[in-house]
């Protein structure tokens, strides 16, 4: 069974963005000793046109082989006249209005997302599937997170978009693991208590 996780950029109130989803107060935190953790760690949840720049175009996947996004998501990338912003990955797009795809690599899912994500899933490999969000595709798909990776900037935003785009139901994860860094970003990995 592969994992879910949902992998977030969060102010220290829990916001992933300001109200309308603009997340670039964070980017700031993006450097140095963070910047090298994510080379390292996370390579592949950096997008493609972001590797090229930082030429780290020919590191590996380490965790994920796959990534869904909500189609406001991907839309910042089409404004870009980006089609397929993870091309390192298998590309999964949210949509029940964009239908077809713009690109060959990025399949469409309009019907059945749960259904979908659960034949992801289901699939064999050591890879997982990067939730990259936002806030109202992780509000869709809660009940099936296995794993939260919740990289926390030392911002308080007031108000803002909220992680999940959810109503009100408490789910419970247990801390797994806690990365501190001297810019003062913490990253802490949850696995799902089920
Ligand atoms: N801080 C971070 O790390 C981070 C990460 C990712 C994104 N973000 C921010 O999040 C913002 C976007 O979040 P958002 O909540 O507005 O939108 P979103 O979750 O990216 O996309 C929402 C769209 O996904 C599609 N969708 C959702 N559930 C679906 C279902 N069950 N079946 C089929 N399609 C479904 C719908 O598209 P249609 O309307 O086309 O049907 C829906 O309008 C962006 O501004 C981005 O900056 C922040």
Do not use: W
């Not at 794993?147 to 789910?171: C, D, N, Q, R, W």
């Amino acid at each position: 069974m592969r994992k879910l996780t949902y992998y977030i950029a969060c102010s220290l109130d829990g916001f992933i963005g300001d109200p309308g989803g603009d997340a670039s107060s964070m980017y700031s935190f993006v450097d140095g000793e963070f910047l090298e953790y994510l080379r390292t760690e996370y390579p592949e949840t950096l997008p493609t046109h972001g590797r090229r720049a930082l030429g780290i175009d020919h590191l590996e996947n380490r965790r994920f082989d796959t990534i869904i996004q909500g189609r406001a998501s991907y839309e910042l990338a089409l404004k870009e006249g980006i089609t397929s912003p993870y091309a390192h990955l298998r590309e999964y797009v949210a949509s029940r209005t964009l239908g077809e795809s713009p690109d060959p690599h990025v399949e469409i899912v309009a019907d059945d997302l749960v259904g979908k994500v659960r034949e992801l899933k289901a699939e064999e490999g050591e890879f997982g599937i990067y939730l990259c969000g936002g806030s109202r595709l992780a509000g869709e798909l809660l009940d099936e997170i296995d794993e939260l990776v919740i990289k926390t900037y030392p911002i308080v935003l007031g108000t803002g978009m909220p992680m999940f785009g959810s109503g009100f139901a408490v789910t419970r994860f247990g801390l797994d693991g806690v990365r501190t860094f001297n810019n003062g970003v913490i990253v802490r990995t949850y696995g799902r208590k089920r």
